[in-house]
């Protein structure tokens, strides 16, 4: 079974749903210098931060997990 493909999708969506909470987080912390809110008391800007760092330690594992197959296949 190929989870090649799956594993590049994840990495992928790991990675821009990482971005998206990043862009957010930073737009809260914007906004918040002048008073208002965007996210009302759900989250706050550090907690979509370590958000983002979790997703990017998963893409981080997956490309590690993918060099290391690569390094085992034999080579020609």
Same mark, same amino acid.
């Given at each position: 079974?190929?989870? $090649?493909?799956?594993?590049?999708?994840?990495?992928?969506? !790991?990675?821009?749903?990482? &971005?998206?909470?990043? @862009?957010?987080?930073? +737009?809260?912390?914007?906004?918040?210098?002048?008073?208002?809110?965007?996210?009302? $008391?759900?989250?706050?800007?550090?907690?979509?931060?370590? !958000?983002?760092?979790?997703? &990017?330690?998963?893409? @981080?594992?997956?490309? +590690?997990?993918?060099?290391?197959?690569?390094?085992?296949?034999?080579?020609?």
């Amino acid at each position: 079974m190929n989870l $090649d493909p799956l594993n590049s999708l994840m990495s992928r969506l !790991f990675f821009f749903g990482a &971005l998206v909470l990043l @862009i957010v987080a930073m +737009l809260e912390k914007a906004v918040n210098w002048f008073g208002y809110t965007i996210l009302r $008391d759900t989250y706050r800007a550090g907690r979509l931060l370590e !958000f983002a760092t979790i997703l &990017l330690i998963f893409v @981080i594992a997956i490309l +590690l997990r993918q060099m290391r197959e690569e390094l085992r296949k034999p080579r020609a």
